[in-house]
């Protein structure tokens, strides 16, 4: 490496071997995606499809490969050139195809592993057979005996083969673990393929895997910079792919739901080619939108110092009070039954009640938030259980033969997509012109910004086209709906709970491009509101003065009080504001499944803050961001779906999550350190 900035010969056969590697990778990156689109290499279930439909997988596939093809050339081109910046784009793409091997190996691994387990627990199969039993053991003891040499006491007698030992031991780990990897994969092979719709384990996968993992491998611990580099060599690679990364991470809050979302997604793409389909990810987003909502006040809650364990019970009050209004009226005020909008607005209010009782009796008593939000979670179920008594359930249909509907004139939907297009304008010009002219004084400026310069300046541009074009997409969108409506001119009759929380379908065409949602895949509405609630308060929390008093009255309370901040009102806003979202959620449930019983959302409380824990939020205050929780509610539905469509006993939900909660608390709190 060092000859090769110095412009050596020496290092011009080395550069060059460099460089033909890459150049065979972007040949492998384009064939790849050459088969997918000519349908020769399926990815996922093909019976009955044509080779020119293409799935999720495919297309993110497809786009990997052509991106990773480009990565590859560049850095032929770099290493043919004999430039400074080819070491550090060697390391990454180094490490990129690495990572790529080691997925393709894991997309046989896991299937296989996941596979065995079932059949030694009986789902479908029995123990294996002895002589596999016998290699498997064959496989253990050579790990064992490898961990034994890795983890030897320091001793000065070992001084001398300590570097031996570690590589031999590191050596005997991998061949038992291949070993018993090995008779795994072959006694699953007897038996039938469908065993819980788990992906059967190509085997055919495990070569090239094993290949593009060794050559990556090899080519980044190579392009290491010794003990003796020179300056010029260090700054070369002083930005190491793995020191980036841990960099970026130690930056955000939520750094173990990051890592935590990527594996469990991976891993569960990997076992069963139904995860990562329209259908699992509308079960996953549908699930757990509501709780979505209402973890984002729990984070900025726990932001603040405070939790709230009555959100729970604060749900099913204020679904109660939703559908009460509605089919009853207001109790004893003999107001009749009482329009969607009215009994909607009447139920918040409800909620902002219940939220206020919490933060006064907080700042008031000075009672933990613990104590104060426990209490409350009892005496507001109590509400329920007494109103709704019997067992009963409060349904719609029991007072009304059909859901409320309304008929809305075209010219408020013209008015409406008017509003959102004049809207989406102001956006594009306030935001638009700015990414442009960000993308180019990058491009001017490339020469300066390292040797990552040029590439960034491309990443600007295809974002800010990216943008550009998916304004242009909904403002397109948008222009048709009002040419339509202003054509037909008639009324039209919606569902009240379709607009709240109905299911809705995508059939857009724009440009060639046809984007449209599968027939089984249950998008809800409420799946947008809490895409819009997301970004709303992340916007709120991370750049506006409340915001930045959240953080102030978490992190220190008395210093806030120093600062001036309002501590008691912080709290109490954020309890109302806790409460409110809480009420939003409960009636899109209601709307979801217009009934209500007297134990509705029970056990919500326990899993929105272990949404938020996961996330990044401390019970300490001061540290959490709306996206970790966002992250962490993912995390919860992906397992929730996952674990479903792998087969394994829903009952072990409940201790997956703990166990998820547990390492992610423990990545979190290593990220912290390293920013210390």
């Not at 891993?267 to 080619?273: L, S, V």
């Not at 222009?479 to 379709?498: P, T």
């Not at 272990?610 to 939020?617: E, F, K, L, Y």
């Not at 509610?633 to 674990?643: C, E, H, S, Y």
Request: positive net charge; proline residues 3%; glycine residues 8%.
């Amino acid at each position: 490496m060092q000859a090769f900035l110095d412009g050596k010969r020496d290092s011009t056969r080395t550069a060059q071997l460099f460089a033909f590697v890459m150049l065979a990778l972007a040949a492998v990156g384009i064939l790849v995606a050459e088969q997918i689109i000519t349908g020769w290499l399926p990815l996922g279930e093909r019976a009955n499809i044509l080779r020119s439909d293409k799935n999720l997988i495919e297309w993110a596939a497809i786009i990997v490969s052509v991106i990773y093809a480009i990565a590859c050339l560049r850095t032929a081109w770099g290493l043919w050139q004999q430039q400074a910046a080819a070491i550090s784009w060697t390391r990454w793409m180094s490490l990129l195809t690495a990572i790529i091997g080691f997925m393709l190996i894991a997309s046989v691994l896991i299937p296989a592993v996941v596979k065995f387990f079932l059949l030694v627990a009986e789902v479908n199969g029995g123990d294996p057979p002895p002589e596999t039993t016998a290699q498997m053991n064959l496989g253990v003891l050579v790990a064992i005996v490898g961990c034994v040499l890795l983890l030897l006491p320091r001793n000065r007698r070992f001084d001398h083969y300590k570097r031996t030992l570690q590589l031999s031991g590191l050596v005997l780990l991998g061949l038992g673990v291949g070993w018993m990897l090995v008779q795994i994969i072959q006694w699953v092979e007897l038996f039938p393929l469908d065993v819980a719709n788990i992906r059967h384990p190509e085997l055919w996968r495990l070569l090239p895997g094993i290949a593009l993992f060794t050559v990556g491998l090899i080519i980044y611990l190579l392009t290491r910079p010794n003990v003796e580099a020179s300056d010029d060599l260090r700054r070369a690679v002083s930005m190491s792919p793995t020191k980036t990364i841990s960099l970026q991470l130690a930056k955000s809050p939520s750094a173990g739901a990051i890592i935590g979302f990527i594996a469990i997604f991976f891993g569960f793409t990997m076992t069963t080619d139904l995860f990562f389909t329209q259908s699992s990810i509308a079960s996953i987003l549908t699930n757990v939108s509501s709780r979505g909502i209402i973890a984002i006040g729990i984070t900025i809650l726990m932001i603040s110092g405070e939790f709230d364990l009555s959100v729970g019970s604060i749900l099913g009050v204020v679904a109660m009070t939703f559908m009460t209004f509605m089919t009853e009226g207001i109790p004893g005020m003999n107001t009749g039954p009482l329009d969607v909008i009215p009994a909607a607005a009447l139920a918040m209010f409800v909620a902002f009640v219940l939220g206020l009782i919490n933060g006064l009796i907080l700042i008031t008593t000075g009672i933990p938030s613990f104590i104060v939000t426990l209490g409350t979670l009892l005496a507001y179920r109590a509400i329920t259980l007494v109103v709704i008594a019997g067992g009963r359930i409060l349904r719609y249909r029991d007072y009304f033969s059909e859901f409320p509907t309304v008929d809305i004139s075209p010219w408020v939907l013209i008015l409406l997509a008017l509003i959102a297009m004049a809207v989406t304008l102001f956006l594009a010009w306030r935001s638009l012109p700015n990414l442009w002219r960000r993308a180019a004084q990058v491009w001017q400026m490339r020469q300066d910004n390292g040797y990552f310069g040029t590439t960034t300046a491309i990443y600007r541009a295809i974002f800010a086209f990216l943008a550009t074009a998916a304004t242009a997409i909904f403002a397109f969108w948008l222009l048709q709906i009002i040419i339509y409506y202003l054509s037909e001119g008639q009324f039209v009759q919606a569902g009240w709970f379709d607009l709240i929380n109905g299911r809705w379908d995508l059939n857009v065409h724009f440009l060639g491009l046809h984007i449209v949602t599968e027939s089984a895949a249950n998008f809800r509405m409420a799946i947008i509101w809490w895409l819009i609630f997301v970004f709303v308060f992340n916007v709120i929390l991370m750049r506006t003065p409340y915001g930045n008093s959240v953080f102030a009255v978490g992190g220190n309370e008395a210093a806030a009080r120093a600062q001036g901040i309002n501590v008691a009102r912080i709290k109490v806003q954020n309890f109302v504001l806790t409460a409110m979202l809480t009420g939003i959620a409960a009636i899109y449930e209601t709307a979801r499944n217009p009934g209500v019983d007297p134990l509705k959302g029970q056990g919500w409380e326990l899993e929105v803050i272990a949404m938020t824990v996961i996330g990044g939020a401390l019970l300490s205050g001061g540290y959490g961001s709306v996206f970790g929780s966002f992250l962490g509610a993912l995390i919860f539905g992906m397992l929730q779906t996952g674990l479903v469509l792998v087969g394994i006993d829903s009952r072990l939900f409940q201790g997956t999550v703990g166990v998820i909660i547990i390492v992610a608390v423990v990545l979190n709190t290593t990220v912290r350190g390293r920013q210390k």
